[in-house]
């Protein structure tokens, strides 16, 4: 049946199409879609309301019928592929992300950001302890749902904050500069899990020895990669479209396969690529042919994942995954709320900010793999997919209503009136002016 594998795919990339094509009218993330798009379909068994239309038609040649045209929807010769393009949609998102992620910015945005950036990473990770706790997860699961409560959608918030015109806010810098500071502390996690979770170390000693060589991996990688760059800026130079990119994919493949082969997640080593291409002169141009990529791959990434879920196992996690979301969003808005403050802006700006930060989405998911590959509990598994799912969908929903709910809530900032002149007043400075 390897002969359909062509066909399936494009059945996949059409479906794909179709839901973002939906998304985008009714003005939601597409993320959301592409996951349950692909576990609707994803399973070989079609869901009971159709077995049981089909039993009672009772026409054998209609069961038939359908079961051959159901198994073109469960992508079973396709799906090992699919998963490999989902595993490239992951490095096309860290390295994109890696493209736009800059220290020199994070540093100029002060110290307002990094302390608020340091408390929404501290509530979101005490916020995770404490629904691990309530679940009674073993301390490995526990890193990766702290993890993954902590991991803002960069995706979904940067979308977000275009659709509703707010990219020239005020806020909006605060809330960039602090999905960069959580971007930087989840680089650090996921190092963390990885020596944790996928070495198989056992020992406090084997751990922190492969979390500290990935991070040390990190940091001559930041090193010594920002010296190579004139090198690299020199290979580019002048170069057809075609070399330009196999240049660029060669050593970001490269890179990322390397970093797999010492424990450090392949996800990271793109991230790393990115950041010593963000100084490349030809930083224009290298997003410009990443981005198409970086949007078709990504796209596959959420619908592999929605593949890879059993849409019949998540009703142990639905009532954990809402109480999750119910403290994600509170938490946010108290992170809002410090944040606000420390940046000088406006009280009802915490709705603002913290509604945004809200959203989860691909670093969530990329931490629940890591937890999948490592062989960790199921449950991780469908409470990611549930989680994800309410919350990419409420935080926009709740970021575009923020300022409806703070005047509902506390009343409409109203401007401080100004003084009513009297007649007398008008009538001593016609004296002055003659005078």
């Not at 198989?200 to 990190?218: E, N, P, Y």
Request: charged content about 15%; overall charge neutral; aromatic content about 12%.
């Amino acid at each position: 049946m390897t002969h359909i594998i062509i066909l399936e795919i494009g059945i996949a990339v059409l479906l794909v199409a179709l839901v973002g094509l939906l998304a985008n009218r009714l003005r939601f993330s597409v993320i959301p879609f592409f996951i349950v798009i692909g576990m609707l379909l994803g399973n070989k068994e079609y869901p009971t309301f159709v077995s049981d239309f089909l039993s009672q038609i009772g026409n054998p040649s209609l069961t038939s019928g359908f079961n051959v045209v159901w198994s073109f929807f469960t992508f079973t010769e396709s799906k090992p592929f699919i998963e490999f393009m989902g595993r490239l949609g992951v490095l096309f998102l860290l390295f994109y992300l890696g493209l736009e992620f800059s220290v020199g910015r994070l540093v100029k945005s002060g110290k307002s950001i990094v302390t608020g950036g340091a408390l929404y990473v501290l509530i979101n990770f005490v916020s995770g302890l404490f629904i691990g706790w309530l679940m009674n997860l073993p301390f490995k699961e526990l890193m990766v749902l702290c993890g993954l409560m902590t991991s803002s959608s960069t995706a979904i918030v940067a979308k977000v904050l275009t659709d509703l015109k707010r990219t020239a806010n005020a806020e909006t810098e605060v809330i960039m500069g602090m999905i960069m500071f959580d971007d930087l502390f989840i680089a650090m996690h996921i190092s963390f899990l990885s020596g944790l979770i996928l070495t198989g170390g056992t020992s406090f000693f084997a751990v922190a020895g492969t979390s500290l060589l990935a991070l040390g991996f990190i940091l001559a990688f930041l090193v010594l990669g920002r010296k190579l760059i004139p090198f690299i800026d020199k290979l580019l130079q002048d170069k057809s479209s075609e070399l330009f990119i196999l240049i660029i994919f060669s050593l970001l493949f490269v890179i990322a396969g390397f970093s797999e082969t010492i424990h450090v997640a392949e996800a990271i080593g793109a991230l790393m690529a990115g950041l010593v291409f963000a100084d490349s002169k030809y930083i224009k141009k290298i997003e410009a042919m990443v981005l198409p990529y970086k949007d078709f791959f990504g796209a596959m990434f959420f619908f592999s994942f929605g593949l890879s879920i059993d849409i019949y196992s998540l009703g142990g996690a639905i009532g954990w995954a809402a109480v999750a979301a119910l403290v994600t969003i509170i938490g946010n808005v108290a992170s809002g709320y410090f944040a606000s403050r420390f940046s000088k802006l406006k009280p009802r700006t915490s709705f603002d900010i913290g509604f945004t930060l809200s959203a989860r989405g691909e670093f969530s998911i990329i931490m629940a793999n890591i937890g999948k590959a490592g062989g960790l509990l199921p449950v991780i598994q469908s409470f990611v997919v549930v989680y994800v799912l309410i919350l990419s969908i409420v935080s926009p929903l709740l970021t575009k209503e923020s300022r409806n709910i703070w005047n509902g809530l506390f009343g409409k900032d109203t401007p401080p009136s100004k003084p009513q002149k009297t007649l007398s007043d008008l009538e001593a400075a016609a004296i002055i002016e003659k005078s």
